[in-house]
Structure formats: C-alpha cells, structure tokens
C-alpha cells in the first residue's frame, strides 16, 4: 500500500540556519503530495503542496519540489526561526473524489535563539 | 463558517463510559474525514463521508466505535465503552469533490477533541 517516510525527529537548529526534513513515499499511482505543520496546541495546517512531478509548493520561505524519480518531497527552508517551531507532517493524497491522506510519522523541530 | 470547527477541545472521561464527538465542517464540502492522532500511531484515517453515506468503514478500530453525518453537515464520532487505548486526539477534516486538481485536493483539518479516558 502507499506510505510516506519522513526523518526522524526532534531536529534541533539554531535561528537563521538551513532547514531540511527529508520525505519519501510510495504510491501506486500519481499522488498529490503535501506538508502539514501542527505548531504547538494548535491544530493541523496546510503548509504547501505540490500536485505533480516537478512543481515546487512554497509558503512562508517554506519550499518543496515534487521528485518523481526519487519519490521524494523534501521540505527546506534558508533561515528559520523560533516561531517555525512545530511538527512537520509530510503527506500524499491521490486526486479525485474521496480520497484520504496517508501521513508521515510527522519531524518534530525546535529553534533555538 | 470560517473553517472547520469541532468540540469538544477537550475532553476526559471514565473507562467504560460512551462518549460523542462533534465535527463541523467547511461550508460547501461535501466529503468529511475523521483522522486520529495518538502517541506511537501516529495519524491514522478513521472514516469518512461522502453526503451523509460512510463507505469507507475499514479505519475504524473497533466496534465500539461509530460515526454519523446528517444533513451534509455535521459529523459526530461515538466511541462506546471507552478504554484508555482510546485516549488520543481526534481530527476532523473536509474538503471539496472534484474530478481532479485544485483545492479539490487539499483537506482542512479541525483544531482536533483531546479524549482522554481515565
């Protein structure tokens, strides 16, 4: 069945460093693919997607590309800081109807000053 | 409304006691997902709705557990019998139905009902 494998976490940073969470998955077919960011005592939010190989979704200095031949969806950003955070949840979705998101184990990050 | 809404926030109960979660969805999303998130688990799909008709029921864990939907709107997720295994946090998620593409792929969660059974 498909699944999506995220890194292992907590990844600790100090602000203003680069910031990578690898993700790959499997999938029988051509799923959308996503990154959900829980921050603390909150909910669930989308941070961006990618719908098909080769797009890059970004949202908040936040980018990750859509790696067909590697399955991979690998979160970056250039310079972070504390208020980044949070959980990082990689995710695949197939397009079409009724379709439920399959979840990584979810990489938590804490930023230090 | 706004975005998706649920409630409780929280909740604690006794082992043994029936408890009833309530999912508010996004305006005009026809399909609804219940979602649970639980230390060691991670998140796992529940259910979810298409209209009022559930015909995905394979995530549910047990037969304790149930859920409804009326009028295209408002889920609730019944757990009967609680245990404490049940404890987790339980998401809600809706989303728009299309063909392919677009937001029609993107679901919205909820804030999430913390269960916790003593």
């Known amino acids: 069945g498909d699944s999506v494998t995220q890194m292992e976490g907590p990844v600790t940073l100090s602000e203003e460093a680069f910031l990578t969470i690898n993700c790959t998955y499997t999938a029988t077919g051509y799923p959308s693919l996503f990154w959900y960011v829980q921050y603390p005592g909150e909910g669930l939010q989308l941070l961006l997607k990618?719908?098909?190989?080769?797009d890059k979704g970004s949202n908040k200095g936040f980018e990750a590309t859509y790696r067909k031949e590697t399955t991979s969806f690998h979160l970056e950003k250039g310079s972070v800081q504390v208020s980044d955070s949070a959980v990082y949840f990689c995710?695949?979705?197939?397009?079409?109807?009724?379709?439920?998101?399959?979840f990584g184990t979810g990489t938590k990050l804490q930023v230090i000053p | 409304g706004a975005g998706v809404s649920q409630s409780p926030s929280n909740k604690v109960t006794e082992k043994g006691k029936d408890v009833e979660l309530r999912c508010d969805p996004i305006s005009g999303h026809t399909a609804l997902y219940w979602y649970r998130q639980s230390l060691g688990q991670g998140l796992e799909f529940l259910i979810y709705f298409q209209g009022n008709s559930a015909p995905d029921k394979s995530g549910l864990p047990s037969d304790r557990f149930s859920a409804e939907r009326t009028g295209g709107s408002v889920s609730t997720l019944t757990i009967q019998r609680t245990q404490q295994e049940d404890s987790a946090v339980y998401l809600c998620a809706s989303s728009l139905v299309g063909t392919s593409g677009g937001d029609t792929d993107t679901q919205y969660f909820g804030p999430g009902t913390r269960l916790t059974v003593l």
């Open positions: 990618a719908t098909k190989a080769d």
């Open positions: 995710a695949l979705r197939y397009s079409g109807g009724y379709q439920k998101v399959t």
